[in-house]
């Protein structure tokens, strides 16, 4: 069975068109829904999620399963429960979330109806980001489609099971992927993390308890109903379960978005799937998962794409989707962009990420224009401390901190070389 | 109670609150900006780091803020390790990157929060190199300065704003280090409570408008405790002088009435203090300026004219001014000047507080009320800090849900959130729609008549032995009994009413409904509308009417008249007949004002910030103010005119008078406990008005004069015109300033506090007179329903914060907000008349004959057949103790 290999992109075609109903009911579409409805209780398919070993595609890595049995469901919970499906998806480098909505959008649906099933929430929104104009489109009409075959609205396939999926497109701000933010945003308020506890799971959307799932994670879920939890396990490579959307872009010959077990090694997905360095370039480094995680070097090219072993690296799997260093572009310039996009995104309300963040923009501008002094690296390594891990609201500017802090670690020369000879010539980036 | 190791030292910490608020409440020093006592933890400015430790071997710890991390038992922290201080002093270093170096010339330097916790964090050296960023100021009003580039972003001002005061028209906008706290646009801030900007913002972003125009350092300014005069709450408040000018109002911490905050009344409208209306000198019939001397023997004469002088007190003088003038005229001559319905009104208050048996909540107790009546008030205007005492019992609910998820009563935004699914049950009853609506669970709107009946509905679906109202509406029976089953309900539920209809039926539906309610923690508060109202009701006195009678039917000689503008309290007409007819009139005030022009002897008498006296609240606490600087001669406080010129009198000194006044009467008897007398010392010294960094005094005014000025003495207080003295132990009554070491700013008073938010240490200012005992019985006099008539319309004077109270309309920047003179109107009486909004309409008395024109405001929740129109502003006066009228359409012409 081929497409069992490739369970979330199995639908997804080269000439870019969509899968319709039809299309995703031909490949076994729904049937996990069908499944799940039939024969399992809520408490189930937490189990079954819980069991298949699927850990949150949107960085953090939490267990899904987990998550959705934390939900409170007793007697004396609340009874309004809702499901956010996170498709705000704005971390540079990154483009798999969207890929999965605009050529699959029913996977998504099913996933979430699945989802919810599992927290008996009967109103789910996905909170889309602004700019992906085609994936909202496809949404409506998948959304449209799903709701006239009775797998949305009122007593889906017969069941006493209702849900009603919400559409919702951002105004457009990074910090929105930030779940409680996202929250935020839904209720019309400022796009600002609330405090934890209380976890969204006591207390989120308009004070309910509330799930928020990335897209990719979602999209696991119809398989691991339709197919178990065996299936599920057997498809990964490493410690982590599944498979998962691996990207590469940068200048390898072949910038893409492949569907690999977990596991994967890195030096497989830039080598082989996207084809190893253009011509005349040679590897410097990459960001495994996206822009707000650390650098790692060529010799970290054999770790595998699992979320603890790229931790044990030194970074993290993040998104999953790796942006390539290459030997001729300057990776201080390189952070410069990066921290431009953190700062320009900060959403203003803690101290150190709403002044921290500019502050090192400048130090980075002044090291770029020759007007660098060699205490600000101390500076800079200050501030990565200061941003980082706990001593912020949420985790923006310590994401931001990464890219930097590995930089000054592994690419320090670089940054001295502007300061002590004001004269060094870069490709800008 | 948990106890905590705090840098290796054990303490016994408040179970459920935070460690920062902990920290403070024992009395170490911890640096914040974003927390603050009264609105909770936001976890935004991130300078309240700390280190807390796992167990006994953790030696590293990690990182926590304080404000954000709850107690637990065993828990053990450090505010000194080296990570934590760094992480702090890094902390205000990105706050300074953006931070102007403006401090000499800020109104904010040296009571600066952002000062203190600069300095208290240790950071001092600057690497920031870069540009800092700048914005746009605003125009934000008569109140508020607006300086956005001194802001730090901790977020308080919306927090407050928005969140505690309920207001809408200031908002964070913008995003990352460019977030801007401001307004869509210029324009005067609404909210009714904008004034508090100034001392919750932590540094100069709001400053008083006000004090800006002339502003000092804090350690420059004399001050001296005292009691907003601008309503019945009796605010406490700090007023602070230099160059004999008074130049500002600050809040000053009461942990039973004000808490944190004042209304924008009370803290801006000091400016009548400087006004130049102000009565400088003795004054003979307007115009000749006399000694004291002079004038204390022209008064002695005027006394001895042979039929007996009347006095006419007032609800702006002292309870010892006005038993100064008692005594003087006899109780049989007294007259309390005060307008006649509300003097009846006041008197059914003072007798239920007295004898109703239902307690009368501090405003601390109103915010822990969870279920609200209003009846017939419209808080805001009438008692201004009390709706916002309102604002926070209606969260009640919110923070009850919010424990059953473990969520702790300071995590702020987290009980926000759960807002809008835990409603505590507030009705407001109202003449028309009111500023706590947003509030409110059900709102109704009627006459006073109307909303009488529905509160004696209430009290008979309550308890069916209360009398019940016939031929009630079926919408009005089924409201009734809706609010009463939530009230019922209800563990604290508060009744507020007041003296705003000017009804007496609603405030004894009000009494009704509080007796009809099974809670034992049941609270009953009325508002009182001036600082000394329910006082003078409770000392009693004759009608204004009765005086009035008295000179009429010839058997008075001279009026003396305290504070007091007749014409605000009867109509022009009687106060013209009343003046002409007495043989001579002294009138003592500060102010000019209509009834001061009919003097034939004016006496210059001090204001409340320059003189001493004793107020009663509404809640019946007895406080005293004392004098910010002295009285320039011949200016002096009332109670001296008057005591100077009783023969013998036994009170040289304003102890006796209160002591007096004490044992004359047995309700304000403890009045003498409101605050030590004279005699008070500390280490054998008076206590010092002037901070220990007081400047210049001897060269103040050396410009005019280069001898050493005498110090002024003070033998009427406790208080010395001197920086000399300790401040850090006296009595919260005997408070001059809020200032501790390290803490400049008014934020210093965590360092007073027994615990954070809670009592000041020896008991908040202040002593309760009444506590209400037994009970009354049901009243059963019900009006009939209010039913318009044809062509006539009932006048409703309606409260405004700004325009009604007569002290601060002589303060300009009050001035400046006075809502415009209109009549309200409901659409389908102004369809009626073919008028809309801002046309004229001549209102004329019903014979016809026009008294003035205005022009209209359609108000949609305005009852049929009544006009509401602002009470207190000029215009109002020709309408003073007029109840109905006929209104014509103003043509084009300007014809009727």
Known sequence: METLDKPLTKNIRPDRAFATLADYESTGGYQGLRKTIAELQPKDVQQWVKDAGLRGRGGAGFSAGLKWSMVPMDANAPQTRYLIANADEMEPGTFKDRILIEQDPHQLIEGMIIAAYAIQANTAYIFLRNEYHLAKLRLAYALQEARSKGYLGEHILNSAFSLEIVLHTSAGRYICGEETALINVLEGKRATPRAKPPFPLVSGLWGKPTVVNNVETLCNVPHILHYGVEWYQGLARGADKGTKLFGASGRVKRPGLWELPMGTPIREIIEQHAGGMQGGYKLRGFLPGGASTDFLLPEHLDVAMDFDAVAKAGSRLGTGTIVVLDDQTCPVQMVLNLEQFFAQESCGWCTPCRDGLPWTVTLLKDIIAGQGRIEDLDTLSGLTRMLGPGNTFCALAPGAMEPLQSALKYFREDFEHYIVDQSVAMEPV | ?896
Request: aromatic share 8%.
């Open chain 2, 1 to 896: 109670m948990p106890r905590i190791e705090i840098d290796g030292q054990s303490y016994e910490v408040q179970g459920g609150d935070n460690l920062l608020s902990a920290c403070l409440s024992l009395g170490l020093d911890l640096p914040y900006f974003c927390w603050h006592p009264a609105m909770g933890s936001a976890g935004a400015c991130r300078q309240c780091a700390i280190i807390q430790y796992k167990d006994a071997e953790d030696k590293r710890g990690k990182l926590v803020m304080a404000c954000m991390t709850p107690v637990a038992d065993a828990m053990r922290i450090s505010l000194d390790a080296e990570q934590a201080r760094k992480f702090r002093s890094d902390n205000i270093e990105l706050l300074m990157t953006n931070h102007p170096h403006d401090c000499p010339v800020c109104e904010e330097g040296g009571e600066c929060h952002l000062q203190d916790m600069t300095v208290m964090s240790g950071h001092t050296f600057r690497r920031y190199r870069g540009l800092k960023r700048t914005h746009n100021n605003q125009d934000l009003g008569p109140f508020i300065n607006h300086e956005m580039n001194r802001c730090i972003a901790c977020y308080r001002c919306v927090r407050f704003y928005d969140e505690y005061a309920g207001g809408k028209d200031l908002q964070v906008l913008g995003m990352h280090n460019n977030v801007y706290f401001g307004r869509f646009e210029d324009g005067a801030l609404e909210n009714e409570f904008s004034g508090n900007l100034v001392e919750v913002c932590p540094t100069g972003v709001f400053t008083d408008k006000t004090f800006s125009a002339h502003y000092v350092r804090k350690w420059d300014l004399q001050s001296a405790p005292s009691i907003c005069v601008h309503c019945g709450l009796g605010c406490n408040i700090a007023p602070g002088e230099r160059y004999g000018e008074l130049r500002r109002v600050i809040n000053r911490y009461n942990g039973e009435i004000n808490g944190y905050f004042l209304c924008d009344r009370g803290r801006f409208g000091y400016g009548f203090v400087n006004s130049p209306e102000r009565i400088r000198k003795p004054q003979l019939n307007g115009r000749l300026d006399i000694t004291t001397d002079t004038a204390e023997s022209y008064f002695r004469s005027l006394l001895q004219t042979g039929e007996p002088t009347i006095g006419i007190g007032s609800p702006r003088a002292s309870l010892e001014a006005n038993f100064a003038l008692r005594t003087l005229v006899g109780e049989e001559n007294f007259f309390l000047g005060l307008e006649d319905t509300e003097h009846g009104l006041l008197n059914i208050i003072a007798e239920l507080m007295r004898d109703g048996g239902i307690h009368s909540p501090s405003l601390r107790e109103v915010e822990q009320a969870d279920a609200v009546l209003i009846l017939g008030e419209d808080v805001t205007h009438s008692a201004p800090r009390l709706a916002l005492s309102l604002r926070q019992a209606a969260r009640n609910a919110s923070f009850e849900l919010a424990g059953t998820l473990h969520v702790l009563p300071w995590q702020d935004a987290a009980v926000r959130n759960l807002d809008k699914q835990a409603l505590t049950p507030v009705f407001i009853a109202g003449i028309c729609a009111t500023r706590l609506d947003d509030m409110a669970t059900n709102t109704h709107y009627g006459s006073p008549e109307d909303i009488a009946r529905l509160g004696f509905a209430i009290a008979h679906g309550l308890d069916q032995s209360a009398p019940a109202p016939a031929a009630l509406s079926d919408a009005e029976q089924s409201l009734a009994l809706a609010i009463a089953g939530s009230l019922k309900q209800a563990k604290r539920p508060l009744i507020v009413s007041g003296t705003g209809c000017a009804s007496l039926a609603v405030i004894q539906a009000a009494y009704n409904v509080a007796k009809a309610l099974p809670s034992v923690n049941k609270q009953l508060v009325f508002t009182a509308p001036e600082c000394n109202s329910l006082g003078l009701a409770i000392m009693g006195g004759r009608h204004l009417q009765q005086a009035f009678e008295r000179v009429g039917s010839g058997s008075a000689g001279s009026v003396i008249i305290l504070e007091n503008d007749l014409y605000r309290r009867a109509s022009a007409q009687d106060v013209d007949l009343f003046l002409e007819a007495a043989a001579h009139v002294v009138v003592i005030d500060s102010l000019e004002n209509k009834t001061t022009e009919h003097a034939e002897l004016l006496l210059p008498a001090a204001t409340f910030a320059e003189s001493e006296g004793t107020l009663v609240n509404n809640e019946g606490r007895a406080q005293r103010y004392f004098p910010v600087y002295p009285a320039t001669e011949p200016v002096r406080g009332s109670w001296q005119w008057l005591t100077a010129i009783i023969e013998d009198s036994q009170w040289q000194h304003h102890d006796a008078l209160t002591t007096a006044c004490a044992n004359a009467f047995p309700d304000l008897a403890a009045i003498v406990q409101a605050a030590p007398g004279a005699g008070y010392t500390v280490k054998g010294c008076k206590i010092p008005r002037q901070p220990h960094r007081y400047s210049g005094r001897t060269a103040m005014h050396s410009n005019i004069n280069v001898n050493e000025p005498a110090q002024p003495s003070d033998i009427e207080t406790p208080f010395a015109f001197s920086m000399e003295g300790d401040t850090a132990h006296v009595p919260p009554a005997l408070l001059p300033v809020i200032w501790a070491p390290g803490w400049n700013s008014n934020q210093a008073i965590n360092k007073f506090q027994q615990e954070i938010g809670g009592h000041l240490h020896g008991g908040d200012a202040g002593v309760c007179l009444i506590e209400a005992s037994g009970t009354m019985p049901w009243f059963s006099d019900i009006p009939s329903a209010f039913k318009p008539e044809q062509d006539q319309w009932h006048i409703m004077p309606l409260p405004h914060i700004f325009g009604t109270e007569e002290l601060s309309l002589h303060s300009s920047p009050i001035v400046e907000r006075l809502p415009a003179f209109c009549v309200l109107l409901n659409p389908l009486d102004s369809e009626t008349l073919e008028v809309d909004s801002g046309d004229q309409v001549g209102i004329c008395d019903l014979s016809g004959d026009l008294i003035l024109k205005a022009p209209v405001q359609t108000e949609l929740t305005l009852p049929r057949g009544l006009i509401g129109i602002t009470a207190g502003l000029p215009a109002f006066q020709s309408l003073q103790n007029i109840t109905q009228v006929t209104l014509k359409k103003v043509n084009q012409e300007g014809r009727l």
